[in-house]
């Protein structure tokens, strides 16, 4: 089954707008949740973070937000730009075994001037 | 500073070949994880280590073997290369576990083809 979930798989966005970007989790037993970001021909790189007892972790123009009732995450960006083209995977770390992560399927966001 | 360097970036190979794909860092990270990328599937973790001697299943583990008998060297083994194996090849440090926020470290990937 899979215990993270990432339901779209592009997203499009102009210039400027705000990007969204969603993922849904069933397990209780993560203590972290991050997301990365991957360009083509690259390994994945961190983006940001958000332990489970928070609510909300800022980071620039990067935001993501922690919905513990409904399992559910979210990765804002304001104002996206066309670097920011890549795909994007959320994760979530366990709270045992070391820095083992579980991530969903990816949401390729293009971000059009 | 290199960070995590796999070799070789890509390879192919013919059904029941054997190869390592190897993975070094130089951060002095205890942990350190293989995943592999398929369409539609995001990563999945096939072997982790939380130190020198010391390794673990992930999600993915059967036709895989790994080792781990130094800090900075973390082989990943096919046993018998099958098509299915056919994927992108990451793998990926951090920081001991006390200081850890799930931040890994890539490297930058190896392509496997098998045939």
């Known amino acids: 089954d899979q215990q993270v979930k990432q339901n779209s798989p592009s997203l499009s966005v102009q210039e400027g707008r705000i990007s969204i970007l969603n993922c849904d989790y069933t397990n209780s037993m993560f203590d972290y949740f991050l997301w990365y970001k991957k360009y083509p021909a690259e390994g994945p790189t961190f983006l940001i973070s958000i332990s489970s007892i928070k609510d909300k972790n800022e980071d620039g123009r990067f935001t993501v937000f922690l919905n513990k009732s409904a399992k559910h995450l979210s990765l804002h960006i304001v104002p996206s730009q066309p670097g920011d083209s890549a795909v994007y995977f959320c994760a979530a770390k366990w709270k045992r075994g070391g820095s083992r992560l579980t991530f969903g399927e990816g949401t390729q966001l293009t971000v059009n001037p | 500073n290199a960070g995590v360097t796999q070799t070789p970036k890509f390879q192919v190979l013919k059904t029941g070949q054997s190869m390592t794909l190897q993975c070094a860092q130089d951060m002095n990270h205890e942990y350190m994880s293989w995943y592999r990328q398929d369409p539609g599937m995001g990563l999945r973790l096939i072997h982790y280590?939380?130190?020198?001697?010391?390794?673990d299943q992930g999600e993915v583990p059967n036709g895989y073997n790994v080792s781990r008998s130094t800090t900075e060297d973390f082989p990943l083994r096919l046993l018998s290369a099958a098509p299915s194996q056919t994927s992108v090849y990451f793998c990926?440090?951090?920081?001991?576990?006390?200081?850890?926020?799930?931040?890994?470290?890539f490297g930058e990937g190896s392509r496997l083809t098998v045939l």
């Open positions: 990926a440090s951090s920081e001991p576990q006390g200081a850890n926020t799930g931040e890994l470290f």
């Open positions: 280590s939380v130190g020198a001697g010391i390794t």
